[in-house]
């Protein structure tokens, strides 16, 4: 498309950089903690029961999953929908 908005894929599975070198550990990747990965800003909301157990066999807990945001123009859309 050329809606001028970027598209496409944006991550992929390798190692990320961390902001002070290196690369990101499991450590680093929390629920309710937001990720600077490529110049974007990307929020942990929850995970699946896999990683789940992965990080308690790790001793590291995860907080709760978080709502994720919804944009306005999803929240118009689900309104539009609830209408008809």
């Known amino acids: ?5 970027p598209q496409g894929q944006l ?3 390798h190692r990320f950089p961390a902001p002070d070198g ?4 499991p450590e680093d990747i929390r629920i309710g903690e937001e990720l600077q990965i490529y110049g974007r800003c990307i929020a942990i909301t929850d ?3 896999f990683t789940r157990d992965y990080y308690e066999e790790l001793g590291i807990e995860q907080g709760p999953p978080m709502e994720a945001e919804t944009d306005p123009w999803h929240q118009t859309r689900g309104a539009m929908k609830e209408v008809s």
Do not use: E, H, Q, V
């Not at 498309?1 to 908005?5: E, F, I, P, Q």
């Open 47 to 49: 995970c699946d029961a």
């Open 11 to 13: 991550i992929r599975r």
């Open 1 to 5: 498309d050329n809606s001028g908005m």
């Open 22 to 25: 290196g690369y990101l550990k």
